[in-house]
C-alpha cells in the first residue's frame, strides 16, 4: 500500500507539490493526469525517494520513505520516463545487476520470464545502443519488476511503444495490479489510464483537484452529464488549451 500524507515539495519558495495526500491499496491502480507543470513527476519522485519531501511523508507497507527510506525502498520500484541505463552491461546482465542490489537467488528464471514477457528474449546480449527507444524503455520496466515489489510506481510507461507492445505493457501493468501489487501510473495519454486504472487523481498546480473512479468524478461534478470520457472530464476541469 502507498500512502501519501500531506507532502509537500518546494524549489525556493515555489512549491511544485502542495499539502497532497492519497493512498493506493493492494490490487488497485492509480491514474494521475494533468497538464504540463502539475507536479506529476516531483509527486512520483516524492514517493519513491528520489527527493525527499519539503514536509509530510510517504508510507510504503507502512514504512516512512523520510525516517525509514531504505525499508520503504525495498518495497517500491519506479519506473521512469527516461529510460537510463550502462551503456557497457547486456540486457540480461542489467538484469543480473538488479538481482544483486536486491538479493534476488535464483533470478535467472524470473529474468527470462519478464524477457519473454515484454519481448526482449531475442535482445538478451545487446548493449543498449543496440535497441530502440521502446526497447529500452521495456528494460527499464523488466528491472523494476525483478524482485516482485508490491508496490510499482510507473512514469509514461508506454513511451516508444508500437501499438503492439503498449497492449502488452498495459496487460503487464494490470497483471500485476491484479496479483496484489498497488499501482500508479503517470500519463498523458488519458486513454491508457481510462483503460487500465480503477480510480483517477488529476493534479493542477501541484494540489489534487480530484480523484475517485470516472464514475464517482463525474457524481460529484454536478455540470457533468451523461456517461463522459476522462478525456472530456480532463478538459473540463483544467479547461481548454492548457495541456
Not at 518546494?10 to 492509480?30: I, M, P, Q, T
Not at 510504503?60 to 529510460?83: L, N
Not at 538481482?99 to 538478451?124: C, D, H, K, M, P
Amino acid at each position: 500500500m502507498i500512502e501519501v500524507d500531506r507532502v509537500t515539495r518546494k524549489y525556493g519558495s515555489f512549491a511544485a507539490v502542495k499539502d497532497l495526500s492519497f493512498r493506493v491499496e493492494a490490487g488497485e491502480v492509480l491514474g494521475i493526469v494533468g497538464p504540463n507543470g502539475a507536479g506529476k513527476t516531483t509527486t512520483l519522485r516524492c514517493i519513491v525517494g528520489i527527493i525527499p519531501p519539503t514536509a509530510g511523508d510517504v508510507r510504503i507497507d507502512g514504512h516512512s520513505i523520510v525516517s525509514d527510506p531504505i525499508a520503504a525502498k525495498k518495497r517500491i520500484s519506479f519506473m521512469p520516463d527516461e529510460p537510463r541505463l550502462f551503456d557497457h552491461l547486456t540486457v540480461f546482465e542489467h538484469l543480473e545487476f538488479i538481482a544483486r542490489i536486491y538479493g534476488v537467488e535464483g533470478f535467472e528464471t524470473t529474468a527470462s520470464t519478464l524477457l519473454q514477457e515484454l519481448e526482449l528474449s531475442r535482445r538478451r546480449d545487446s548493449l543498449p545502443a543496440e535497441l530502440s527507444r521502446g526497447m529500452k524503455q521495456k528494460l527499464v520496466i523488466a528491472c523494476g519488476l525483478l524482485h516482485s515489489p508490491d508496490n510499482l510506481v510507473f512514469d509514461e510507461p508506454l513511451t516508444g511503444l508500437d501499438p503492439l507492445g503498449m497492449r502488452r505493457m498495459k496487460e503487464t501493468i494490470v497483471k500485476r495490479a491484479r496479483d496484489g501489487a498497488a499501482v500508479i501510473v503517470s500519463s498523458h495519454m488519458l486513454h491508457l489510464v481510462e483503460e487500465i486504472c480503477s480510480r483517477i487523481l488529476i493534479l493542477k498546480e501541484g494540489k489534487k483537484i480530484i480523484d475517485g473512479s470516472l464514475e464517482e468524478i463525474s457524481r460529484n461534478i454536478p455540470e457533468l452529464r451523461g456517461d463522459l470520457s476522462l478525456e472530456e472530464i480532463f478538459i473540463h476541469i483544467i479547461g481548454p488549451g492548457e495541456e
